[in-house]
T-cell receptor, first 114, second 115 residues
Framework: AQTVTQSQPEMSVQEAETVTLSCTYD???????LFWYKQPPSRQMILVIR??????QNATENRFSVNFQKAAKSFSLKISDSQLGDTAMYFC???????????FGTGTRLTIIP | DAGVIQSPRHEVTEMGQEVTLRCKPI?????LFWYRQTMMRGLELLIY????????DSGMPEDRFSAKMPNASFSTLKIQPSEPRDSAVYFC?????????????FGSGTRLTVV
């Protein structure tokens, strides 16, 4: 079974700074997908970014980018120029190719300080 | 599209009562998922459907839980009888046929409190 580990329960940074959230996973599969979801206080789960394991290029979405290290099974999220609206829980998630079961990590609570 | 729609947003019920949570997936999405979120256990997949057929219900905690998807636009999660330990946020999500490439689209969740 796949596992997803987020070792930082909480983080806080000053507004406009850059922050990196860590995620590691364990799998014996070669083809899979990785995601970061954001859950603000409204509790809505919002897809932030996704990465296909077969792509070497790291995914980027505006201020959000990932550092995908397949050999190390690491998938970190970098938020640049952080904004107050980035305050939320962030969940890393794993999905095997051809398998619809999304496995989540325990989350990192990120607080952006004005 | 209005997204995945869940109702009610909040539900407070007494122990022993039946509770029904509802979900309308995004039109065209073939997969529908029910998740439960608690502080202790995080996000757990309870059950998922493909083309209205239950595929994997191994996450359903007990026989008190049941889920149905009578058509492509509606699903229910029922708890009967409810217990205080069922208190949680229940999410419904749906995905495209190639959904694994796009992740899931989640509803706003139902916060269930059993007293």
């Amino acid at each position: 079974a796949q596992t997803v580990t987020q070792s930082q329960p909480e983080m806080s940074v000053q507004e406009a700074e850059t922050v990196t959230l860590s995620c590691t996973y364990d799998t014996s599969e070669n083809n899979y997908y990785l995601f970061w979801y954001k859950q603000p206080p409204s509790r809505q789960m919002i897809l932030v970014i996704r990465q296909e394991a077969y792509k070497q290029q790291n995914a980027t979405e505006n201020r959000f980018s990932v550092n995908f290290q397949k050999a190390a099974k690491s998938f970190s999220l970098k938020i640049s120029d952080s904004q107050l609206g980035d305050t939320a829980m962030y969940f890393c998630a794993f999905l095997n190719f051809g398998n619809e079961k999304l496995t989540f990590g325990t989350g990192t609570r990120l607080t952006i300080i004005p | 599209d209005a997204g995945v729609i869940q109702s009610p947003r909040h539900e407070v019920t007494e122990m022993g009562q039946e509770v029904t949570l509802r979900c309308k997936p995004i039109s065209g999405h073939d997969y529908l998922f029910w998740y439960r979120q608690t502080m202790m256990r995080g996000l757990e997949l309870l059950i998922y459907f493909n083309n209205n057929v239950p595929i994997d219900d191994s996450g359903m905690p007990e026989d008190r839980f049941s889920a149905k998807m009578p058509n492509a636009s509606f699903s229910t999660l029922k708890i009967q009888p409810s217990e205080p330990r069922d208190s949680a946020v229940y999410f419904c999500a749906s995905s495209l046929p190639g959904g694994d490439r796009y992740g899931y689209t989640f509803g706003s969740g139902t916060r269930l409190t059993v007293v």
